[in-house]
């Protein structure tokens, strides 16, 4: 398998001298996090196979313009994390905790972010093509000027959320909640929409040819 380089821009000397040990150690330190991080994504999967119990502690972490693609995170803590314009295409974030993370600009095509937490994040301009975010936390997430087309939100939670200008052709949202979620100016065409109550919600300035919309409630 071809291994994808992981670059974390703005580590201290010391930090990558610590990338020339043999031995990674499990000890969950965020520093020593990056460490096994700049070693590359397959060196950092081994690593959490092998050290399956240990805590992936990434709080307010820089990672703004790092190469993640491909990286396990699966249940990792994020909150308040700096991944302004990261690479996160194809990054397994199943149930991670992004909460107040900095996600503006980020690339996560094909991400995994099913039973995340992003309550509070900014994923603005943001591109989630093909992302899986089913069951995720999204009440009071920014999604504005995000490209969500053929994304899944099925039975997410999109209260309070902002998703204005926001591509959503070929989206699914099929058991989502949305309350008070802003849908100003986006393009519903080809998007699923199944089983979905819309409260306080404006539609007025939003394109939805060919948009399949059943079994849901505008109140």
């Not at 994020?78 to 990054?91: G, S």
Request: proline share 2%; glycine share 8%; net charge positive.
């Amino acid at each position: 398998m071809k291994e994808v380089f992981i670059s974390i821009p703005n580590i201290s000397k010391g930090l990558l001298m610590m990338t020339n040990n043999k031995e990674v150690s499990p000890i969950s330190g965020t520093n020593n996090l990056l460490s096994i991080l700049l070693r590359g994504s397959e060196t950092w999967n081994d690593w959490r196979i092998k050290n399956p119990t240990v805590p992936i502690n990434l709080f307010k972490a820089n990672l703004s313009n790092a190469l993640l693609r491909g990286a396990n995170f699966a249940s990792a803590d994020f909150r308040k994390a700096k991944l302004f314009r990261a690479d996160l295409r194809a990054t397994c974030l199943y149930r991670a905790d992004l909460r107040g993370a900095n996600l503006r600009g980020a690339n996560l095509f094909g991400a995994n972010l099913s039973g995340a937490n992003l309550s509070g994040a900014n994923l603005s301009n943001a591109m989630l093509y093909c992302a899986n975010l089913g069951g995720a936390n999204l009440r009071g997430t920014i999604l504005d000027s995000a490209n969500l087309m053929r994304a899944n939100f099925s039975h997410g939670d999109l209260r309070n959320a902002i998703l204005r200008n926001a591509k959503l052709q070929g989206t699914h949202f099929d058991g989502t909640r949305m309350l008070r979620t802003d849908l100003d100016e986006i393009n519903l065409s080809k998007t699923q929409i199944d089983g979905v109550h819309l409260m306080d919600i404006d539609l007025n300035n939003s394109a939805m040819e060919n948009a399949a919309i059943t079994g849901f409630l505008i109140s």
